[in-house]
């Protein structure tokens, strides 16, 4: 057999098994793995002694998306994507947002359109649905999911962006009817508006009072109303971005009640807490992202939740705006209300290195969890698996070497996003990627992005077996 490419020597990891393999791909996929392979006349990767690992797949990320606030996204497909393949992501899913007025069709239109001959990794498209009229409902959501965008966000907050509970229902049936993958941002809005305007009142303005406006029963409550919905419709649902213990014990009761309750944190719940929005100046409006960080305690809810199995995912929730730019998280400038704060953090680059240095280099999570939470889940979830996600043969060959003995101080120079600030500068970690590798090339080696710009492709979904509803099955072939 004939090889383009060998890894030979690693450890190879999946979401359950390691494997001492040699791993053969051709015309960007996995064709063979066994002990010896014959090399012929491909060029041979030695991994002897380093973890090979699926390409990550950050399964929530919002790249070149228009905001509402007149902010602007700071990374483009083009820059995203490089940062993402730099940190190990070879697979995004960002989002495609339905302004008011418009179709869904018009939304997925517009962000082929921003990746199209900039991404330099793979994408697929979550959709945002934001105005779910009886047209949405009926006609384009069933279109959607069975032609390759089969998941969808809903926000029960933001003016801008949020549904009442009667539209979730609806989304919701429409999602159990074709089989698509919900994605609810759970937090309640009439909480977080009236004590916005109770600290305002009282001349709390300051960066810090953002975490004191979005406390944890406002994510508990939503997390409860969200997971009740979910169960009158009997479909499953997604919980973004969860960051409190109180949301997680609401996920796992619901769990141990046998309902189909998926979960998603991110690193900014393990690593920061609600002390670094209380920085000198303005500083603290860099990490200025809702939900807000927590505490210690709630960092170690998080983690236990990562180890025991509640959480499915652990996505970046990247979502870049610049600190020193009018354009950015100064919009209405230093003096303003954290109300205006465009919200959220950057992390694609940053999101598998962090998880692999604190999770399986300090013991808190095995590397097989580690491969689940980063690309198999995701890939699976949302319809991308076995082509994403997974090292078997057939799939893409998208790999990551590990180099699990570099230490890394993180700063926002050695990052390849075009954010100027990382809310993790000065960590010192150990492990990056030394080598990634997206559909048989190498994007990166040598510290260097070698992707070309545009390189990526559009990767469409399929109907993911996990949006079936708990008393429906599945046929095999
Ligand atoms: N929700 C997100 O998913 N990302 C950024 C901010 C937010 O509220
Ligand atoms: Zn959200
Ligand atoms: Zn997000």
Known sequence: MKFDLIIRGGKVVTATDLMSCEIGIREGRIVAMAENLDSG???????????????????HCHLDQPSNDGS??????????????????TTVIPFAFQFRGKSLDAAVTDYHERASGKAMADYAFHLIVTDPTPDVIEREIPEMIRNGYPSFKMYMTYNAMKLNDRQILEVLAAARENQGMAMIHAENSDCISWLTDQLEKSGKIEPRYHAASRPSPVEREATHRAITLSELVDVPILIVH?????????????????????????PQYLFLTESDLDKPGFEGAKCVCSPPPRDKANQQVIWDGLRNGTFQVFSSDHAPTRFDDPAGKKLKGENSSFRWIPNGIPGIETRMPLLFSE?????????????SLTATNPAKIYGLHPKKGSISVGSD???IIWDHEKLVKISNNLLHHNVDYTPYEGMEIRGWPDTVISRGEVVFANSQVLAEEGRG???????????LPINRTISVI
């Not at 030695?46 to 973890?51: P, V, Y």
């Not at 999770?359 to 491969?371: A, W």
Request: proline share 3%; with cysteine; net charge neutral.
């Open 41 to 59: 006349n491909a060029d041979v990767i030695d991994a002897a002694g380093r973890w090979v690992t699926p390409g990550g797949v950050d399964g």
């Open 359 to 371: 999770g399986v280099m300090k013991g808190r999570i095995d590397i097989h969890t580690f491969v």
């Open 397 to 399: 060959a998208d790999l």
């Open 72 to 89: 602007k996204a700071a990374d483009d497909f083009l820059t995203g994507t490089r940062s993402a393949i730099a940190g190990g992501t």
């Open 457 to 467: 492709r559009f990767v469409p979904g399929n109907l993911p077996a996990a949006a």
């Open 242 to 266: 969860v960051s409190s213990r109180e949301a997680v014990e609401e996920i796992r009761r619901a769990q141990g009640r046998g309902l189909r309750i998926y979960a998603e944190t991110c």
